[in-house]
């Protein structure tokens, strides 16, 4: 079965495929700036943003666990300064920076005490780079 996998050239983890991909469509590249001239008149500039794209890969109750040990390593990930290399099931790849919130995780069963193989929610959140 494939999976996305993310690297920082020292640790990787294997991610299960069925994380939804949330804002992958809800980002336009293009960007305007407009102001408005003395006389009224409007100033548009348009350009192409090539970096900035955000990626937030989420599970649910119903699809995209990881185990713990899985998230272990991401917090892992999430304490280097290394960079990211994201590989998604499909095979594209990004290179990607952690987000503003980039790690979120929760026991599936609300264990107090998990062991490596319990299962968790997690929600990452990347900008392309």
Not at 20 to 28: A, K, R, V
């Amino acid at each position: 079965m494939p999976t996305h996998t993310l690297t920082n050239g020292t640790l990787s983890v294997s991610l299960p495929a069925d994380l939804l991909w949330e804002d992958e469509f809800s980002h336009s590249p293009q960007k305007t700036s407009r102001t408005t001239t003395l006389d009224g008149g409007q100033w548009l500039e348009k350009s192409l943003q090539v970096v900035g794209r955000p990626i937030t890969l989420a599970g649910s109750e119903e699809r995209g666990w990881v185990p713990k040990s899985a998230v272990d390593t991401l917090y892992s990930m999430l304490c280097s300064t290394l960079g990211l290399t994201l590989t998604l099931a499909d095979g594209r790849v990004f290179a990607v920076v952690w987000g503003d919130e980039p790690l979120q995780a929760r026991s599936l069963f609300g264990l107090s005490l998990p062991t490596e193989d319990d299962w968790y929610v997690v929600r990452l959140q990347f900008f392309t780079r």
